[in-house]
């Protein structure tokens, strides 16, 4: 069964400092890995995609990481700001058979930055 | 604005009622996914449309159904639901449900509560 399990659950930090959040996933076949951020009230919205081929990706202070072989993932965030209190949610998307993608999500990990 | 739009955004209703939720995408997308969010619980697909038809049902309760008049629009009436059907419901657009690198757009989400 594919899972994708991401950690911390929740997560504070000072505004400033910088933070990583792990995603571990056992899916098969694996086609691609996204980050999605959810802001509170808002539906999540993407920012980073990760193919089997590549390592790190960087989005302004977000950067993703991608080991295949371990099955793991990191999203590692910079001098946080306070606009970046969200929930992050990972998502792991294998290929069916006939050429459709399935997505599976991660629970998020929830992140709150304080001044 | 992400392209996707979902009204009403939040929605209170008893057992007995009947109501719709609507989503409209502007982005020429052919795939329109309805997804449940659940308080600690990863996303939960339900139903997806790809060019109107009907391509997936995740083993919905027949007190949701969903209606896909064209590939702009996506509805899902809601009848005679519980109080653990309460949860944000979110609409979601990409280009085509068989392109394994698709983005989900997402809209804002219907806040829903069964009283």
């Known amino acids: 069964k594919n899972q994708v399990e991401q950690s911390p659950q929740s997560l504070i930090i000072l505004e400033g400092k910088n933070c990583t959040l792990q995603?571990?996933?056992?899916?098969?076949?694996?086609?691609?890995l996204r980050w999605y951020k959810q802001d509170t009230g808002r539906g999540p919205v993407s920012l980073t995609i990760?193919?089997?081929?590549?390592n790190t990706k960087s989005n302004g202070r977000y950067t993703a990481t991608l080991d295949a072989d371990t099955k793991q993932s990191s999203l590692h965030i910079t001098a946080s700001q306070l606009s970046d209190s969200a929930s992050y949610i990972c998502?792991?998307?294998?290929?069916?058979?006939?050429?459709?993608?399935?997505?599976?999500f991660g629970r998020g990990t929830s992140l709150i930055v304080h001044p | 604005e992400t392209g996707v739009t979902q009204t009403p955004r939040h929605l209170v209703m008893g057992m007995t009622n009947k109501k719709s939720l609507k989503c409209e995408q502007h982005?020429?997308?052919?795939?329109m996914y309805w997804y449940k969010q659940s308080a600690k619980k990863p996303l939960e697909l339900m139903f997806v449309?790809?060019?109107?038809?009907?391509?997936e049902n995740n083993s919905v309760p027949s007190r949701f159904s969903p209606e896909c008049p064209n590939s702009s629009h996506l509805f899902l009436h809601l009848h005679t639901l519980q109080p653990e059907d309460s949860a944000l419901y979110l609409c979601?657009?990409?280009?085509?449900?068989?392109?394994?690198?698709?983005?989900?757009?997402f809209g804002e989400g219907s806040r829903l509560t069964v009283l």
């Open positions: 982005l020429g997308h052919n795939a």
């Open positions: 449309y790809n060019f109107k038809e009907q391509t």
């Open positions: 990760m193919t089997f081929s590549e």
């Open positions: 979601a657009s990409s280009p085509h449900r068989a392109k394994p690198a698709g983005e989900l757009f």
């Open positions: 995603c571990n996933y056992t899916v098969s076949p694996f086609s691609n």
């Open positions: 998502v792991v998307s294998a290929v069916a058979s006939g050429g459709s993608y399935i997505p599976t």
